[in-house]
């Protein structure tokens, strides 16, 4: 990038961070008794490997505390009420990074604090309005990546950069001037589905779009809420335009910004710019390798996210690579910096570890297979401090298998033995390579499991025992997958509870449970709601519908545009194979899901009304034009993306809205929303539950106080699921 390119471009973004000094945290390093049966989770360890930060919400709200790894002493080192998503160890051990979410809304910010819980501060998103997001350390410690955004300028005002003339097609583009085929991926993805969705409503009326995908997308390919970690949600895990690009919203005017920085927490050193971007923004600065000349930077909205190797002396990007949805921390820089390592999909169905070979100006000079499974992702990476070996988790069918990999001989990987179904981070501790693992599992609350060298996994005594998940007599129920078959063919997947004490052969009410994302995937870990809902009598069925992960990159695109319809008839595919089986009965039959699994739950009951006695909407979009219209800037343009563009693609859009049907709606209808969702917001809900009224439909909307998008506090999750569940228990005439 020219440099005088470069000074406009850093004149266009917001000011960068400076450390801001709090009073220590009023409780620091005191260890309260558990006020709920608590979970732990996302671990981040000291360099020694003798102590672990992590998230514990056993006082009832999720905040940061550190414990010995193979000890029972643990502190709490922030005891302010605000929910702490994200947690990250200095290097050189004398700093604890970590995202909190004040009020439990959607906007965060990065603090710091030493590990004894003084020198508390914030290191980036102090400035009203803003959010900031945790990156990566430094090797040696001397500063951390954060990525701070702030909305856009009030109206009349516009920021304008100067871009050099691409030399490819610059996916950076702002979204109106897409060109056709912006859909379009690398490999061998393919749309799923049959004939009968290829017009803008499920009548056949609207415009014709021809191919079956919206207009001006092109022909080609197109976490629920827990008492325990919020998976994919702890801030930007993607971005979206150029490293040098600007553009405009999606109505016109001048985007979010988002600027990644370099930020040494003490303040004695001066923010350093790693990357900027504006539109569909989601920036996370992954890696930066030893010698500070490149830095790995993750961009891109969903579906079209990419690995970007960015020269940190003058932002020019080295190389470009596709990788996946989900986990953000993608990859790490070999030692002598010429190697990159890499969770991709790129030309591929399922993500595998790749090796980048790179020149001395970051370019890709070679990509290579290090490790791939057939028909499976790989999820989760994490390496050894000297980059020599790497632990590979791999999603199998929605349960987790755990490996260690010599990066450095062409030893076989390592199978590790696993206590419970499904791994959510994996945390190198210590030089001699031993790991701390966050579990979750259809038998236990998320923990946290210290695995020393060569050693066997054992549970951290201040994470609850498997015992402690449930009140005596009512022990969790094991689920069992299922794989139900589409009505144009495309197999599914799934996850069934049965209620305990049902004779065998006897069907019972079923609640259809639908996750988010819609590229969530539901995986066999314990639930809360699930638990309450089974402890009436109720059995749950928890599908994966198309667009859902896990299942290879075709099933997540096999959703977009007119695709959504599909997803829509999945829901009912899924109810009558459980009432085939002979599991559910047909006469009570309930559907329920919480953010895109909302809107699923809305669209299910306008589209199937026959087939459900209620439903429980949370935190879902009932119009998809106003939820463009009050969503968060960044959201909008990456939700565009996945949905169409609200102008357009409006009649598909209108065509897709429960609200446009909702004079089919036959049935009860609970809403619960958060006070402070700024991504789907509260009118949402509203506007749904009063139409329903004005047709004289029993529909009542429960809100919650302190809340945003994710409900993090155990009080309110406790009011929640209570609630829906005498909802489901009332209408189905228990």
Same mark, same amino acid.
């Given at each position: 990038?020219?440099?005088?390119?470069?000074?406009?471009?850093?004149?266009?973004? &917001?000011?960068?961070?400076?450390?801001?000094?709090?009073?220590?945290?009023?409780?620091?390093?005191?260890?309260?008794?558990?006020?709920?049966?608590?979970?732990?989770?996302?671990?981040?360890?000291?360099?020694?490997?003798?102590?672990?930060?992590?998230?514990?919400?056993?006082?009832?709200?999720?905040?940061?505390?550190?414990?010995?790894?193979?000890?029972?002493?643990?502190?709490?080192?922030?005891?302010?009420?605000?929910?702490?998503?994200?947690?990250?160890?200095?290097?050189?051990?004398?700093?604890?990074?970590?995202?909190?979410?004040?009020?439990? %809304?959607?906007?965060?910010?990065?603090?710091?604090?030493?590990?004894?819980?003084?020198?508390?501060?914030?290191?980036?998103?102090?400035?009203?309005?803003?959010?900031?997001?945790?990156?990566?350390?430094?090797?040696?410690?001397?500063?951390?990546?954060?990525?701070?955004?702030?909305?856009?300028?009030?109206?009349?005002?516009?920021?304008?950069?100067?871009?050099?003339?691409?030399?490819?097609?610059?996916?950076?583009?702002?979204?109106?001037?897409?060109?056709?085929?912006?859909?379009?991926?690398?490999?061998?993805?393919?749309?799923?589905?049959?004939?009968?969705?290829?017009?803008?409503?499920?009548?056949?009326?609207?415009?014709?779009?021809?191919?079956?995908?919206?207009?001006?997308?092109?022909?080609?390919?197109?976490?629920?809420?827990?008492?325990?970690?919020?998976?994919?949600?702890?801030?930007?895990?993607?971005?979206?335009?150029?490293?040098?690009?600007?553009?405009?919203?999606?109505?016109?005017?001048?985007?979010?910004?988002?600027?990644?920085?370099?930020?040494?927490?003490?303040?004695?050193?001066?923010?350093?710019?790693?990357?900027?971007?504006?539109?569909?923004?989601?920036?996370?600065?992954?890696?930066? &390798?030893?010698?500070?000349?490149?830095?790995?930077?993750?961009?891109?909205?969903?579906?079209?996210?990419?690995?970007?190797?960015?020269?940190?002396?003058?932002?020019?990007?080295?190389?470009?690579?596709?990788?996946?949805?989900?986990?953000?921390?993608?990859?790490?820089?070999?030692?002598?910096?010429?190697?990159?390592?890499?969770?991709?999909?790129?030309?591929?169905?399922?993500?595998?570890?790749?090796?980048?070979?790179?020149?001395?100006?970051?370019?890709?000079?070679?990509?290579?297979?290090?490790?791939?499974?057939?028909?499976?992702?790989?999820?989760?990476?994490?390496?050894?401090?000297? %980059?020599?070996?790497?632990?590979?988790?791999?999603?199998?069918?929605?349960?987790?298998?755990?490996?260690?990999? &010599?990066?450095?001989?062409?030893?076989?990987?390592?199978?590790?033995?696993?206590?419970?179904?499904?791994?959510?981070?994996?945390?190198?501790?210590?030089?001699?390579?031993?790991?701390?693992?966050?579990?979750? %599992?259809?038998?236990?609350?998320?923990?946290?499991?210290?695995?020393?060298?060569?050693?066997?996994?054992?549970?951290?005594?201040?994470?609850?025992r498997d015992e402690d998940a449930v009140p005596p007599g009512r022990p969790p129920v094991r689920p069992v997958p299922l794989r139900p078959t589409?009505?144009?063919?495309?197999?599914?997947?799934?996850?069934?509870?049965?209620?305990?004490?049902?004779?065998?052969?006897?069907?019972?009410?079923?609640?259809?449970?639908?996750?988010?994302?819609?590229?969530?995937?539901?995986?066999?870990?314990?639930?809360?709601?699930?638990?309450?809902?089974?402890?009436?009598?109720?059995?749950?069925?928890?599908?994966?519908?198309?667009?859902?992960?896990?299942?290879?990159?075709?099933?997540?695109?096999?959703?977009?545009?007119?695709?959504?319809?599909?997803?829509?008839?999945?829901?009912?595919?899924?109810?009558?194979?459980?009432?085939?089986?002979?599991?559910?009965?047909?006469?009570?039959?309930?559907?329920?899901?919480?953010?895109?699994?909302?809107?699923?739950?809305?669209?299910?009951?306008?589209?199937?009304?026959?087939?459900?006695?209620?439903?429980?909407?949370?935190?879902?979009?009932?119009?998809?034009?106003?939820?463009?219209?009050?969503?968060?800037?960044?959201?909008?343009?990456?939700?565009?993306?996945?949905?169409?563009?609200?102008?357009?693609?409006?009649?598909?859009?209108?065509?897709?809205?429960?609200?446009?049907?909702?004079?089919?709606?036959?049935?009860?209808?609970?809403?619960?929303?958060?006070?402070?969702?700024?991504?789907?917001?509260?009118?949402?809900?509203?506007?749904?539950?009063?139409?329903?009224?004005?047709?004289?439909?029993?529909?009542?909307?429960?809100?919650?106080?302190?809340?945003?998008?994710?409900?993090?506090?155990?009080?309110?999750?406790?009011?929640?699921?209570?609630?829906?569940?005498?909802?489901?228990?009332?209408?189905?005439?228990?």
């Amino acid at each position: 990038m020219a440099a005088d390119a470069r000074d406009r471009l850093i004149g266009a973004m &917001s000011a960068a961070p400076v450390p801001v000094p709090l009073a220590d945290a009023a409780g620091t390093r005191d260890t309260p008794r558990p006020l709920v049966a608590h979970g732990c989770w996302y671990p981040s360890a000291d360099p020694t490997g003798e102590w672990v930060a992590f998230i514990c919400d056993r006082t009832g709200v999720p905040q940061l505390w550190t414990g010995l790894a193979d000890g029972s002493e643990i502190h709490l080192l922030d005891a302010d009420p605000d929910p702490v998503t994200e947690v990250s160890w200095s290097p050189d051990g004398r700093w604890i990074a970590y995202t909190v979410a004040p009020g439990g %809304g959607e906007h965060t910010r990065v603090l710091c604090v030493r590990p004894d819980g003084t020198g508390r501060r914030i290191v980036a998103g102090a400035d009203a309005g803003s959010s900031a997001y945790l990156g990566c350390w430094t090797r040696d410690g001397s500063a951390v990546a954060v990525t701070v955004a702030e909305p856009p300028p009030p109206t009349g005002l516009t920021v304008r950069t100067v871009l050099p003339e691409p030399s490819a097609p610059d996916h950076g583009t702002a979204f109106g001037d897409l060109p056709t085929g912006w859909a379009e991926r690398d490999g061998p993805a393919t749309l799923l589905g049959g004939a009968g969705h290829g017009e803008v409503g499920p009548d056949g009326s609207g415009p014709d779009h021809g191919t079956g995908a919206p207009a001006g997308h092109g022909t080609g390919v197109a976490g629920r809420a827990t008492d325990g970690p919020v998976h994919g949600t702890a801030g930007p895990d993607g971005e979206g335009p150029g490293l040098d690009g600007g553009g405009s919203g999606l109505d016109g005017g001048a985007p979010d910004r988002l600027t990644a920085y370099l930020v040494d927490p003490s303040g004695l050193g001066s923010p350093v710019l790693v990357a900027a971007e504006s539109g569909a923004a989601t920036l996370r600065v992954c890696d930066v &390798s030893q010698d500070g000349r490149l830095a790995l930077v993750r961009r891109g909205p969903r579906g079209r996210r990419e690995a970007v190797v960015v020269r940190t002396a003058d932002l020019a990007t080295g190389s470009v690579l596709r990788v996946g949805d989900g986990d953000p921390w993608i990859g790490r820089f070999s030692q002598d910096g010429r190697t990159l390592w890499l969770r991709s999909d790129h030309e591929r169905q399922f993500a595998a570890l790749l090796a980048a070979t790179l020149d001395e100006d970051g370019g890709r000079v070679g990509l290579s297979v290090v490790a791939e499974r057939e028909g499976s992702d790989l999820e989760l990476l994490a390496f050894a401090e000297d %980059g020599r070996t790497a632990a590979l988790a791999w999603n199998v069918r929605g349960a987790s298998e755990l490996e260690t990999l &010599s990066l450095s001989t062409a030893a076989r990987p390592r199978r590790v033995p696993l206590p419970h179904e499904v791994v959510t981070r994996i945390a190198r501790a210590g030089p001699a390579g031993g790991t701390v693992l966050a579990l979750s %599992g259809s038998q236990r609350r998320p923990g946290v499991w210290w695995a020393p060298p060569g050693g066997l996994s054992a549970r951290t005594p201040w994470s609850s025992r498997d015992e402690d998940a449930v009140p005596p007599g009512r022990p969790p129920v094991r689920p069992v997958p299922l794989r139900p078959t589409a009505r144009d063919g495309v197999r599914l997947g799934g996850w069934y509870y049965r209620a305990a004490g049902r004779d065998a052969g006897r069907p019972g009410p079923c609640v259809i449970h639908l996750h988010g994302g819609p590229e969530e995937q539901e995986r066999p870990v314990f639930d809360p709601l699930y638990h309450e809902l089974l402890g009436r009598g109720l059995d749950v069925f928890a599908p994966d519908v198309r667009g859902s992960s896990g299942w290879g990159r075709s099933f997540v695109d096999a959703d977009l545009g007119t695709g959504r319809f599909a997803a829509i008839d999945d829901v009912a595919d899924c109810a009558a194979h459980v009432v085939l089986d002979g599991l559910a009965d047909p006469t009570r039959l309930a559907v329920m899901g919480r953010s895109y699994g909302g809107y699923l739950t809305m669209a299910s009951l306008v589209w199937h009304p026959e087939l459900f006695r209620t439903g429980v909407a949370v935190c879902g979009m009932s119009d998809l034009s106003t939820f463009f219209a009050g969503t968060e800037p960044w959201i909008a343009e990456s939700a565009a993306h996945k949905y169409g563009h609200p102008v357009r693609d409006r009649e598909l859009l209108r065509s897709l809205s429960p609200m446009s049907r909702v004079d089919a709606l036959r049935v009860p209808l609970l809403a619960v929303h958060g006070e402070h969702d700024t991504n789907v917001p509260p009118g949402e809900s509203e506007q749904m539950v009063r139409a329903a009224r004005e047709r004289g439909l029993p529909a009542e909307m429960l809100t919650l106080r302190d809340e945003g998008h994710e409900f993090r506090r155990a009080d309110n999750r406790r009011l929640f699921r209570r609630t829906a569940a005498d909802w489901m228990q009332r209408h189905l005439g228990l």
